[in-house]
C-alpha cells in the first residue's frame, strides 16, 4: 500500500532550537496537508498545498513556523525557534483532488514534538 | 460558518453490541462528509464518505453511516462492535459550495470509542 512518510518519528528538543519535520506525499497525490494535533484543540490546519503552491497557512504562527515543498517528494515544516507550546504530534497528509472531488486524506504516522 | 460537533468525547459498549457514534453539522450548500479513525500512535485512516446518492454508505471494517439531511447528522454505526473497533473516530466536513481551490475539510473533535471485553 502506498503510504505517506513523516520524519523523525519522535524528537525531542529544548526550548529555542529549530525543529525539521519531513513529509513525503504519496506519489500523484497533488494537495499536501499539514496538522498538528494536541488534546487540548484536537485537529489544527496549519498549512494545505496543491500542486505544490501554498494555499493556505491561516493556520499557523507566522512569526515562527514556515511550511514549503520543494518538489513535488517532499514537503517540509520548519518551526524556528521552537517553544514548549509547540508540543504536540504534527500529521501530513496527502491526497488526490481532481475538480470538485471530496478529498479521501491520507495521513501519515505523525511526527511527535517535544520542546522542553 | 462551517462546522462540525461531535457531541460525546467518549462512547463505551461492550462487544457485540450495536455502536453509534455521532456527527452532526452545519455547512451553507451540500456537504461531503467523512469518517476517519486513529488507533493509539498511528495516523488518521479514512473510514468512508458520503457525497450524494444513498442516505446509507458502507465503508471498512463493517462501519456504515447514515446521512439524514434533515437533521444534518451524519452519524456513524456498527451492528456488532469489536474490542479492535476501540479507537478515536474523527467527523469531517467540506462545503462543496467552496470556490476555486479551497478543499480544507472541517474536522470535529473526536470521539474516543472503547468498546469492552
Known amino acids: 500500500d502506498a503510504r505517506v512518510t513523516q520524519t523523525p518519528r519522535h524528537k525531542v528538543t529544548e526550548m529555542g532550537q529549530e525543529v525539521t519535520m519531513r513529509c513525503q506525499p504519496i506519489?500523484?497525490?497533488?494537495?499536501v496537508f499539514w496538522y498538528r494535533q494536541t488534546m487540548m484543540q484536537g485537529l489544527e490546519l496549519l498549512a494545505y498545498f496543491r500542486n505544490r503552491a501554498p494555499l493556505d497557512d491561516s493556520g499557523m504562527p507566522k512569526d515562527r513556523f514556515s511550511a514549503e515543498m520543494p518538489d513535488a517528494t517532499l514537503a517540509t515544516l520548519k518551526i524556528q525557534p521552537s517553544e514548549p507550546r509547540d508540543s504536540a504530534v504534527y500529521f501530513c497528509?496527502?491526497?488526490?483532488?481532481?475538480?470538485?472531488?471530496?478529498?479521501?486524506?491520507?495521513f501519515g504516522a505523525g511526527s511527535r514534538l517535544t520542546v522542553l | 460558518a462551517q462546522s462540525v460537533a461531535q457531541p460525546e468525547d467518549q462512547v463505551n459498549v461492550a462487544e457485540g453490541n450495536p455502536l453509534t457514534v455521532k456527527c452532526t453539522y452545519s455547512v451553507s450548500g451540500n456537504p461531503y462528509l467523512f469518517w476517519y479513525v486513529q488507533y493509539p500512535n498511528r495516523g488518521l485512516q479514512f473510514l468512508l464518505k458520503y457525497i450524494t446518492g444513498d442516505n446509507l454508505v458502507k465503508g471498512s471494517y463493517g462501519f456504515e453511516a447514515e446521512f439524514n439531511k434533515s437533521q444534518t447528522s451524519f452519524h456513524l454505526k456498527k451492528p456488532s462492535a469489536l474490542v479492535s473497533d476501540s479507537a478515536l473516530y474523527f467527523c469531517a466536513v467540506r462545503d462543496i459550495a467552496n470556490a476555486g481551490n479551497n478543499r480544507k475539510l472541517i474536522w470535529g473533535l473526536g470521539t474516543s470509542l472503547a468498546v469492552n471485553p
Open positions: 506519489l500523484g497525490h497533488n494537495t
Open positions: 497528509a496527502s491526497g488526490l483532488v481532481l475538480g470538485s472531488g471530496a478529498n479521501v486524506l491520507t
